[in-house]
């Protein structure tokens, strides 16, 4: 299997995560977007990543229906809970930390923008998305040390890669030690796993 990725990708890196955990040989193919010639759109008529190119030229697509197949490639440490009630609040982490990191990176692109062209009101709008999905998570987790059920899980990986991409893009505007107490715990407890530490973003 071959992953075609992009290194500061949350959603990439979602899943660089999930087959790391669960000892999975992938090749990883970095890409670059805007080449002419970038492979993704050949796999992903979407031309995002990430996308799982399988042994027999088939493709998946996108971070959520990877990270499944991928968890249930093997038996090992299930990243989804086969439970309906946990497997339920593992997806709406998810979908919550993957709605934040949809959020920032569309701030992102704004602000590349000449400043004249860029849309002072929808960086507003998208920001307040970020600030509101944080504080939520914040609250969700309180003192617990995981996500769900004090179990490492898909959760906690989509959480992770969503703060290490507020914290590449917004650093400087975002403290989490100051403003999400339990997320910056969470993410020191992340950041000491081998599979966070050979994943980390890097700022461009």
Same mark, same amino acid.
């Given at each position: 299997?071959?992953?075609?990725?992009?290194?500061?990708?949350?959603?990439?890196?979602?899943?660089?995560?999930?087959?790391?955990?669960?000892?999975?040989?992938?090749?990883?193919?970095?890409?670059?977007?805007?080449?002419?010639?970038?492979?993704?759109?050949?796999?992903?008529?979407?031309?995002?990543?990430?996308?799982?190119?399988?042994?027999?030229?088939?493709?998946?697509?996108?971070?959520?229906?990877?990270?499944?197949?991928?968890?249930?490639?093997?038996?090992?440490?299930?990243?989804?809970?086969?439970?309906?009630?946990?497997?339920?609040?593992?997806?709406?982490?998810?979908?919550?930390?993957?709605?934040?990191? +949809?959020? $920032? @990176?569309?701030? *992102? !692109?704004?602000?590349?923008?000449?400043?004249?062209? #860029?849309?002072?009101?929808?960086?507003?709008?998208?920001?307040?998305?970020?600030?509101?999905?944080?504080?939520?998570?914040?609250?969700?987790?309180?003192?617990?040390?995981?996500?769900?059920?004090?179990?490492?899980?898909?959760? +906690?990986? $989509? @959480?992770?890669? *969503? !703060?290490?991409?507020?914290?590449?893009?917004?650093? #400087?505007?975002?403290?989490?030690?100051?403003?999400?107490?339990?997320?910056?715990?969470?993410?020191?407890?992340?950041?000491?796993?081998?599979?966070?530490?050979?994943?980390?973003?890097?700022?461009?």
């Amino acid at each position: 299997m071959k992953l075609l990725y992009t290194v500061n990708s949350p959603y990439a890196r979602k899943v660089r995560i999930v087959a790391a955990e669960k000892h999975i040989e992938v090749t990883l193919q970095e890409v670059v977007l805007a080449d002419p010639d970038c492979p993704v759109k050949q796999y992903n008529p979407l031309g995002k990543v990430p996308v799982l190119i399988l042994s027999d030229g088939d493709s998946l697509y996108d971070s959520r229906v990877i990270a499944e197949y991928l968890d249930n490639r093997t038996p090992l440490a299930h990243l989804i809970p086969k439970d309906n009630g946990a497997k339920s609040a593992v997806r709406r982490w998810e979908a919550l930390a993957d709605g934040v990191c +949809d959020a $920032a @990176v569309a701030v *992102m !692109l704004e602000q590349r923008k000449a400043p004249e062209a #860029q849309d002072s009101a929808f960086i507003t709008k998208q920001m307040d998305k970020v600030t509101r999905g944080l504080s939520a998570l914040n609250h969700d987790l309180g003192q617990n040390k995981w996500c769900v059920e004090d179990t490492f899980s898909l959760a +906690d990986i $989509a @959480v992770g890669c *969503m !703060l290490g991409y507020v914290n590449l893009r917004f650093g #400087q505007v975002i403290d989490l030690k100051a403003d999400y107490k339990n997320l910056d715990r969470l993410n020191t407890a992340l950041l000491k796993r081998t599979s966070f530490k050979e994943s980390l973003p890097v700022a461009s």
